[in-house]
């Protein structure tokens, strides 16, 4: 793909990482100078296409953005969406409450990110983070949520696994900032699904 985007004249390539090259065992937000200790394969791969890109050398400018959780419509596998619509019939499970730690970002922010690193005048090479910057446990999420769903949730054994990002890099160099909390979202989500039982119920 790089060889190709030489080829043709493209002169920047946005590519989509993941926050998973970090690995989840630091209890802070974690910035691109941080070391990366992925596992699994995916979180492998993707910092080796990370490796490859930024080795380009300028020959074509190259953006890799590290997303963090993302929400919203159409991610379906989000654990807020997933809570959202909790029910006896579609269970939830959570790892624990307190030591289990995401930054969710709403799909939407997500989007102008890639935008905005898209059109930057910015020449060269950079990683940067995409996320909300704002440390949420599982407890924060059940607590959103009302009764009748916190009943559809099984809280499973405490895990150690934090993942934050820490967006003052991408903030500086880009037109860009988190616009769309998980709260107002959540809160959003499970009103709709309510309105949904209500309908069908």
Known sequence: LLVAAQEQGVSRMVFISTAAVYGDVRRRPLSEKDWTSPSGVYATSKLAAEELLLASHGAVNVDVLRVFNVYGPEMSDSLIVRLAAASRAAPVRLTGLDRFVRDYV??????????????????????????SGVPTSNRDLLELLPAARRAAVDIGPEVESYSC?????????????????????????????????????
Do not use: K
């Not at 709403?106 to 996320?131: K, M, Y």
């Not at 616009?179 to 119920?201: F, K, L, N, P, Y």
């Open 106 to 131: 709403h799909v939407d922010d997500v989007v102008r990110a890639i935008l905005a690193a898209a059109t930057s005048p910015f020449e060269g090479s950079r990683v940067l983070n995409v996320g």
């Open 165 to 201: 990002a820490d967006i003052t890099r991408i903030v500086q160099q880009l037109p860009w900032r988190p616009t769309i909390s998980w709260m107002s979202s959540m809160r959003a989500a499970v009103e709709r699904e309510r309105r949904h039982d209500d309908d069908t119920g």
